[in-house]
């Protein structure tokens, strides 16, 4: 007659505790998992040329300009051209084995195959210039880049994280002429407000300023 | 055939059908409780079911498989596959999600509202009607989910902490909408889950194959009808039925704040709530009617759903129905009232614009079709009742039409007044819309307890000590 042995009476409540759990390891996973945090923070991929930021902007202390010319102007912070590197590399260390793709496509003309390390979704728009002219410097969003031997993604870029500066930005502001000092620190904890007031920084925070 | 037998047995006995004091009897026949179990499970134990139940699977089976390929492909392509264009973004898809969560009101009203009120003819029809209203919520769900377009961003509403730091705007009434329909959906499903509970055990107890032991059997948890059980059984049915209550009359108030709560006239005005809950009723009655009487006939469950019980719910219709065409008067009485002249365009657009066919459609099927329940000729005859109640509904879908497109087609910009034409897509997905409902509740017919046993038996005279010695209330088996 009895169609169920007497374990399957143990069942019930491991359901219920099994459902409860199921929904809190769903809101763990969200919250804490499946953020830019957690997948995307500490991303390094691997360069076609050991290309070191530390050695040329660490050691040398070439500013970020030289290369990424046009981040003070447009949207886009520019990958240089390796005529850039050449009007160095022609040279210092022309017959480097190291280098030896950059002569390469310097003779041929096409471009260096870099990984793109800091890649914002196609639905965001961003723009350098807006923000390296109204006093963010560079380290804010990528970090000490003068001292990774490999660059790698340092901060997030995730829409809280860019809000969280949106809504206060004053303790990321810095002088126009410290964008690229990646050492900069500021002299004291009001420098950020009174910046923000003299500059009129009130940054936006509707939709459309970032999802055009 | 009882009142017949007795009125010809003694003419002391007054004849019940005649006699206006003694209420026609809820299980008609010769049955007791042996029997009712029998026939009752004899819908889902026949080898197989009736050849009309095959036609109509043969028919809304493909629907449901189109309202799949409908989805599918709106996923894919986006919402631009339905008519839905500037002015009338608001189209077919929320004319169809407010239709189908009026439908789904009978069931809701009749097995907690009437229980409480200790309506004892609800107990034949509350089991097939709660059923109806789980299988209209899951139609109505489905659109608001998939008209949103990019149905993975669906996250978006639940109140989860996330890495875009979004959270749901909980001033927006269609934030409540989601929460009313979920709640309302989790609490009937409840409701008529666990009133089935003991039904299922019967099945169990009754079933001939080890598989369908098993599977009646895990969902009947171990029921085995002690007094206990029973006891904890009923009052988890009445507070279940107090929680449920509330709920019928909050849905489609909180679905009708979606329109209420907006400022465009025609939309906002105050009479909503009621209007949509009464509407809701109405609609949901003539669903249960349209659907129970070819139900009933197929089954062979003619002795438990009566026509005292289809009677009674045409009366319902007939009150709900007239309340609904006083509250049409009323918006147009406050729209001249008011003396705002947007608001008394909008009315005068609705029945005299672009959609005067809607709106009068909408009249006579709602206002005029249930009318005709005051002769009880009409009440009583179950092809014609069907045929009122198929206006009804056809009526109803076409209010929440009027009120959707007849009220964004013209807005305060003239040069901006659109005209909405259905696509085909829009078309074939209400139809699928249908064919997911046949198709559930024809799944339900064949498998479940259509009606609840247990409580159908206890409105029978023989449940009742005192009646052996009353004649007037023998109408079951004792009185021959």
Redo the contacts between chains.
């Keep these: 007659m009895n169609i169920f042995p007497a374990w399957t009476n143990t069942i019930r409540p491991h359901l219920v505790l099994g459902a409860l759990g199921a929904i809190v390891y769903v809101t763990v996973v969200i919250t804490y998992g499946w953020t830019p945090k957690t997948l995307y923070r500490g991303y390094q991929p691997e360069q076609p040329i050991p290309f070191s930021h530390k050695l040329h902007a660490g050691d040398l202390a070439i500013d970020c300009r030289y290369c990424h010319s046009t981040v003070e102007v447009s949207a886009e912070a520019a990958i240089p051209p390796s005529s850039t590197c050449m009007n160095c590399h022609a040279r210092i260390f022309p017959e480097s084995p190291k280098l030896e793709l950059l002569r390469e496509v310097t003779l041929s003309g096409e471009a260096i195959p870099w990984v793109r390390v800091h890649d914002l979704p196609d639905f965001v728009y961003f723009d350098h210039s807006a923000h390296v002219r109204r006093g963010v410097g560079c380290v804010s969003c990528h970090g000490r880049i003068d001292t990774m031997e490999v660059v790698y993604q340092h901060e997030p870029l995730g829409m809280s994280w860019c809000i969280t500066c949106h809504r206060d930005p004053t303790p990321h502001l810095r002088p126009l002429d410290k964008i690229t000092d990646m050492a900069w620190t500021a002299p004291s904890a009001e420098f950020g407000a009174e910046f923000a007031r003299a500059n009129g920084i009130k940054p936006n925070q509707n939709c459309s300023t970032c999802h055009r | 055939m009882t009142s017949s037998a007795m009125g010809n047995a003694s003419a002391i006995v007054i004849d019940q059908d005649i006699d206006p004091r003694r209420r026609k009897s809820l299980v008609e026949g010769d049955h007791d409780f042996t029997s009712i179990t029998a026939s009752i499970a004899n819908v889902a134990e026949r080898p197989k079911p009736p050849k009309a139940w095959y036609v109509a699977m043969a028919i809304s089976l493909p629907l449901t498989l189109t309202l799949f390929g409908c989805i599918a492909y709106l996923v894919v392509k986006g919402v631009g596959i339905w008519g839905n264009r500037q002015p009338i973004s608001w189209a077919w898809p929320i004319v169809n999600f407010v239709f189908w969560v009026g439908i789904a009101h009978a069931g809701t009203l009749i097995s907690a509202i009437l229980f409480l009120f200790r309506q004892k003819w609800r107990t034949s029809i509350n089991r097939a009607a709660e059923a109806m209203t789980i299988f209209a919520v899951v139609c109505a769900g489905t659109f608001p989910a998939i008209h949103v377009g990019r149905i993975w961003m669906e ?1 978006f509403l639940a109140p ?7 959270w749901p705007q909980f001033r927006s009434p269609l934030l409540w909408d989601v929460f009313a329909v979920s709640t309302y959906a989790t609490v009937s499903l409840l409701f008529w889950y666990m009133g089935m509970v003991p039904d299922l055990a019967t099945f169990r107890d009754r079933a001939t194959t ?1 598989i369908k ?2 599977a009646y ?1 895990i969902f009947a ?2 029921w085995r009808g002690s007094s206990r059980q029973w006891h904890r059984y009923e009052r988890a049915y009445l507070l279940l039925a107090a929680l449920a209550m509330p709920l019928v009359l909050s849905v489609h108030s909180v679905v009708s704040f979606d329109f209420a709560v907006s400022i465009l006239p025609g939309w906002h005005t105050t009479i909503f709530p009621p209007y949509f809950v009464a509407g809701a009723i109405f609609s949901g009655f003539a669903m249960v009617v349209t659907l129970m009487v070819p139900a009933r006939a197929l089954f062979g469950l003619k002795h438990v759903v009566t026509l005292r019980h289809l009677e009674n719910m045409n009366k319902v219709i007939v009150a709900t129905g007239t309340m609904v065409g006083y509250a049409y008067a009323m918006e147009f009485f406050i729209a001249w009232y008011s003396g705002s002249q947007y608001e008394q365009f909008a009315f005068i657009n609705r029945a005299l614009g672009p959609y005067w066919w809607a709106y009068w459609i909408m009249v006579s099927c709602n206002v005029i079709a249930p009318q005709f329940f005051w002769f009880k000729k009409i009440r009583t005859s179950p092809l014609l009742m069907v045929i009122v109640c198929i206006f009804v509904n056809i009526g109803m879908w076409f209010e929440r039409f009027v009120i959707t497109v007849s009220t964004l087609n013209r807005d305060f910009l003239p040069s901006a007044w659109g005209y909405f034409s259905p696509t085909l897509f829009d078309i074939l997905t209400l139809c699928g819309s249908f064919g997911l409902f046949m198709t559930l509740f024809l799944l339900f017919c064949r498998y479940l307890p259509m009606v609840a046993i247990s409580e159908v038996k206890s409105v029978m005279p023989q449940a009742h000590p005192h009646h052996h010695g009353d004649d007037a209330h023998g109408a079951g088996h004792h009185a021959h």
């Design positions: 996250w989860v902490p996330n890495h875009l730091e979004m080890k032991k098993i059997g948890l171990g």
